[in-house]
């Protein structure tokens, strides 16, 4: 029988778990405390706009600067663009951005695609209509909230919310 004092206890109990973990295999996987990656940081985003636009460059180094990779193509006929994704024309800006399986219209701010592709809702894209002043991109002061449009077959079926 072992004697110990109850001062020893502790210490017999601490070597014995330190003996326990040096005899775990050595190929376990280590144990990682970091949250997954958000669902836009592997996305790229195709920004497509007018040879004329200058305001889409502003909104695409809002994305960039916000870890977005951004590709830019240019149109002459924008219209036709957005005439592929069956975007109302009541809801068309400047410039038409796919991410994933989504368009993104115009100078839609972050919080909107990081819900966009966090839910990912059965919709075909988001928009916000216009180029309101002070948009992601836009210059001005921005005078109230944001209201972005959800697109599903070419009919707006709701806000998608306030930003």
Same mark, same amino acid.
């Given at each position: 029988m072992l004697h110990t004092s109850r001062r020893g206890v502790p210490a017999l109990v601490l070597a014995a778990f330190l003996l326990t973990a040096c005899a775990q295999p050595a190929n376990r996987a280590p144990v990682t405390t970091s949250a997954p990656a958000p669902a836009?940081?592997?996305l790229d985003v195709l920004l497509t706009k007018s $040879?004329?636009?200058t305001c889409c460059t502003g909104h695409e180094a809002y994305l960039e600067r916000l870890g977005m990779r951004? &590709?830019?193509t240019v149109s002459e006929d924008i219209n036709a663009v957005k005439d592929v994704y069956s975007i109302p024309a009541e809801m068309r800006s400047?410039?038409?951005?796919t991410i994933g399986r989504?368009?993104?219209e115009g100078h839609v701010p972050f919080a909107a695609? &990081? &819900?966009l592709m966090a839910e990912? $809702?059965?919709i075909d894209g988001i928009s916000l $209509?216009?180029?309101p002043a002070g948009s992601p991109g836009m210059g001005g002061e921005l005078t109230g909230p944001l209201v972005v449009y959800a697109i599903d077959r070419g009919q707006v079926v709701g806000e998608f919310g306030s930003f």
């Open positions: 836009w940081a592997s $040879p004329t636009c951004v &590709q830019v400047c410039h038409t951005s989504y368009f993104v695609i &990081q &819900q990912r $809702p059965d $209509p216009g180029m």
